[in-house]
C-alpha cells in the first residue's frame, strides 16, 4: 500500500448513520520506516463511530477520553489551513470486564493476559517496543483497580445498591426499591447479555434457574438462561427478589419480554434433591439404589392412573426402617409432589442434555458464590452483585471468547467439557458392557484406567443410579448419561421420560372428546401447527437451497400496520423511485405533525 506523507492528501469520510473501523477505508501515513493506519472523520463524527465500534457483537467495548488538547490557531507548524485541532486519545475499556478479572476469575497468569494483549496489537499495528510498554502498563492498571475494588459502595447495603444502580443503568432491565407496598426487585442484564439472549434465545429454547441461594442469600436469585451453540446453559439475566407472587413476577417478565418461547419443564432440581438425600440418609448402597428406582417408578407412573401419594406413601412403608429418609420424604415431599408430577405431566420435558447445562451453570454458580472466604457478605445485596457482574459474567464472556477466536486453549477445553452431557461424548461405545439377560444394570470402564469399572444401575431411566462420585452428591452422571444415550435405541429399555412426554401431548390432543366440538376444533387445529412446523423443520433440515424453502412458505399476519410476505412477490409491481420518495417525505411531515399536537 502506498505511503501517505502528507495528512491534507487523506480524504475526509463521512460515513451514514452509526459507523465502525470496518466501514472506513485506511491509508498507510507516515514514512518508510514508521507508518500508521490512519482514516480521517468529521469531528461531529466521532460519537458515532464509537458507538458503531462499541456495537461490535464479537468483542463489544466501550471507550473514555483519557486526556485532551485543543491547539489555537498558528500554533501548529505546517497545518496553516486547519483552524485548530482538537486530539482526543480514547482508552479501550472493554473486552467487557475480561480482561479486568481474567487472571482473578479462571486462574489464567497476568503475563498469559499480557500476551495476549501483546500479541493482538503487533497484529494490527506490527512489532514495537513501545506498544509493548503501554499495554504492560496497561494490564498493570487493571490489577491495581481489581485490587481495589469493593462492592461495599456503602456500608448500608440497601443505600450501597441505590448508588450501584444510579451507576450502571444501561445494566438494569427493571429495578423496583423496597416498600410497604413492594418487594424489592433488581433485574440485571448487560448490553452483551441481551446480545446472547437476542442470539440464541430468540425462536429457542429459556430456561430459568429459581430460587438459588433460598436459605443462604438475603434475597434468592433467579436466572434465566439460553443455550449457546455447544449446548451450554449462558446467563442472559439475573433477577433477585424475595417475591415470587405472580404479580410482581409479571412485572420483570414484561420488561425482559423475553416470554414468546417454548417452554419445559426440567427434572434436574427433583433428581438431584431426592438422590442427593438418599445417598445422605440410607448408608446401605443396596437400599439407596432400589429406593430411587421405586421414586423413578412413582414418576413414571404419571402419565398412567397411579395414585402418586398413595404409591409414595407405600414405598415409605416399604422401607420404614430408614427413619431419616422417610422423616424427609414426609415433611418435604408429601404436600407437594401431586403438584410437582401434575407440573411434570402438563408441560413437555427438558432432555437430560438440556437438564446437564442447566445443572453444570447451578454447579459454577455455587463454586463462585459459597466460597468460605466470603461467607461474611453473603446477607449482602451489593456482594451479590458484584460476584455476579465481574466474576461470573467475565469467566462466560471469556468461555465464548475462546471458543469462536479458537484462543486460550486451556479455557476453551474446560467450557467444553464442563457438562456432563459433553464429557459422557467422549466415552467410546466399547467401554459400556449392557446386562444382556435382565437388563438391570450396565458396567462403564474408566477412561483413566481399564481396571477401573462404574456400575450403572437401572439403565435407560432418568432415575439410573451410578457409584460415581459425581453421582453419589446428587449429579448427572457422564456413565448415566452414556448409558442412557445406548439404551435410546434399545427397545428392551424404559423410554426416558422426554420422549415419553413428546409422545404423550399428541396423544392427548387424540383424545379429546369427539362430541365436543370446540375442543375438537381446538386438537385438529393444535395438530395441524405441530404438522406444519414438522414438515418445515424436516424441508428446511434436508434441503440444500434455502432460498427455496423460503419462498415457498405461507403469507404471514403480523399486525394492523402491514403485512409480511415471506420472499418478494411476484404479482405486485415495486413502486417507482419518486413515490417512494414522496411517501418518506408524507411520513416524516405526519410524524412532526403529531409530535406538535
Not at 497545518?79 to 480482561?99: A, M, Q, R, T
Not at 427413619?323 to 410437582?340: G, N
Not at 413428546?502 to 401447527?529: C, N, R, T
Request: glycine residues 4%.
Amino acid at each position: 500500500m502506498e505511503i501517505v506523507k502528507s495528512i491534507l492528501d487523506i480524504p475526509v469520510q463521512d460515513p451514514q448513520a452509526e459507523f465502525s473501523s470496518a466501514d472506513l477505508t485506511w491509508k498507510k501515513f507516515g514514512t518508510v520506516e514508521h507508518q500508521d493506519d490512519v482514516a480521517l472523520i468529521p469531528y461531529t463524527r466521532v460519537n458515532d463511530f464509537i458507538i458503531g465500534e462499541c456495537c461490535n457483537v464479537e468483542c463489544p467495548t466501550r471507550f473514555h477520553i483519557e486526556r485532551g488538547r485543543k491547539r489555537s490557531k498558528g500554533s501548529v507548524k505546517g497545518f496553516h489551513k486547519i483552524s485548530h485541532i482538537f486530539y482526543c486519545i480514547y482508552e479501550d475499556i472493554g473486552v467487557p470486564l475480561v480482561l479486568k478479572s481474567m487472571g482473578k476469575v479462571v486462574g489464567i497468569p497476568k503475563e498469559n493476559v499480557l500476551g495476549k494483549n501483546i500479541e493482538c496489537i503487533q497484529l494490527y499495528c506490527g512489532s514495537d517496543a513501545t506498544f509493548d510498554t503501554l499495554a504492560s502498563e496497561y494490564v498493570r492498571k487493571l490489577g491495581m483497580i481489581i485490587k481495589r475494588s469493593t462492592h461495599e459502595l456503602d456500608r448500608d447495603d440497601q443505600a450501597s445498591i441505590r448508588m450501584w444502580v444510579e451507576r450502571n443503568k444501561k445494566s438494569i432491565f427493571f429495578y423496583q426499591d423496597t416498600s410497604k407496598m413492594d418487594p424489592f426487585i433488581l433485574g440485571i442484564q448487560t448490553e452483551w447479555q441481551l446480545q446472547q439472549m437476542v442470539r440464541f434465545g430468540r425462536h429457542n429454547l429459556v430456561a430459568a434457574d429459581s430460587n438459588f441461594g433460598i436459605k443462604k442469600l438475603k434475597y434468592p436469585l433467579c436466572t434465566l438462561l439460553v443455550f449457546d451453540s455447544r449446548h451450554h446453559a449462558l446467563p442472559v439475566a439475573w433477577i433477585i427478589t424475595p417475591s415470587v407472587v405472580k404479580s410482581d413476577m409479571s412485572k420483570w417478565k414484561k420488561a425482559l419480554n423475553t416470554f414468546c418461547c417454548p417452554i419445559l419443564f426440567s427434572l434436574w432440581r427433583l433428581h438431584s434433591s431426592w438422590l442427593r438425600n438418599v445417598v445422605k440418609k440410607c448408608s446401605n448402597i443396596e437400599v439407596q439404589r432400589e429406593i430411587f428406582k421405586r421414586l423413578g417408578k412413582i414418576v413414571y407412573g404419571t402419565w398412567s392412573s397411579v395414585n402418586t401419594s398413595v404409591a409414595l406413601e407405600e414405598c415409605i412403608q416399604d422401607f420404614v426402617d430408614q427413619t431419616a429418609l422417610v422423616d424427609y420424604f414426609r415433611s418435604s415431599w408429601m404436600a407437594k409432589i401431586e403438584m410437582w408430577l401434575l407440573t411434570l405431566k402438563s408441560f413437555p420435558l427438558a432432555s437430560q442434555a438440556a437438564s446437564g447445562a442447566i445443572e453444570a451453570y447451578h454447579v459454577k454458580l455455587k463454586t463462585k458464590l459459597f466460597d468460605d472466604s466470603h461467607l461474611g457478605a453473603l446477607l449482602r445485596v451489593d456482594w451479590l452483585v458484584h460476584k455476579l457482574t465481574t466474576e461470573l459474567y467475565s469467566t462466560y464472556w471469556l468461555n465464548r471468547y475462546a471458543d469462536e477466536s479458537n484462543s486460550f486453549q486451556n479455557v476453551k477445553e474446560e467450557y467444553i467439557a464442563s457438562t456432563s452431557w459433553h464429557r459422557a461424548l467422549q466415552i467410546p461405545d466399547s467401554a459400556v458392557t449392557l446386562d444382556d439377560k435382565y437388563n438391570l444394570f450396565a458396567k462403564v470402564a474408566s477412561l483413566k484406567g481399564s481396571s477401573i469399572t462404574h456400575i450403572v444401575w437401572n439403565p435407560g431411566s432418568d432415575f439410573a443410579f451410578c457409584d460415581s462420585a459425581w453421582s453419589m452428591q446428587g449429579n448427572f452422571c457422564k456413565h448415566v448419561i452414556k448409558v442412557n444415550m445406548m439404551c435410546d435405541n434399545d427397545k428392551a429399555c424404559e423410554p426416558s421420560m422426554s420422549s415419553r412426554s413428546f409422545g404423550e401431548i399428541p396423544m392427548d390432543l387424540w383424545k379429546k372428546p369427539m362430541d365436543d366440538p370446540i375442543l375438537l376444533d381446538e386438537s385438529v387445529a393444535w395438530s395441524h401447527q405441530m404438522l406444519d412446523q414438522i414438515k418445515q423443520l424436516v424441508e428446511l433440515n434436508s434441503s440444500n437451497d434455502i432460498g427455496i424453502v423460503v419462498n415457498n412458505m405461507p403469507l404471514k399476519w403480523i399486525s394492523k400496520k402491514g403485512r409480511k410476505f415471506v420472499g418478494i412477490p411476484a404479482s405486485f409491481p415495486a413502486l417507482p423511485s419518486t413515490s417512494k420518495s414522496n411517501l418518506q417525505k408524507k411520513n416524516r411531515k405526519w410524524k412532526r405533525l403529531s409530535r406538535l399536537r
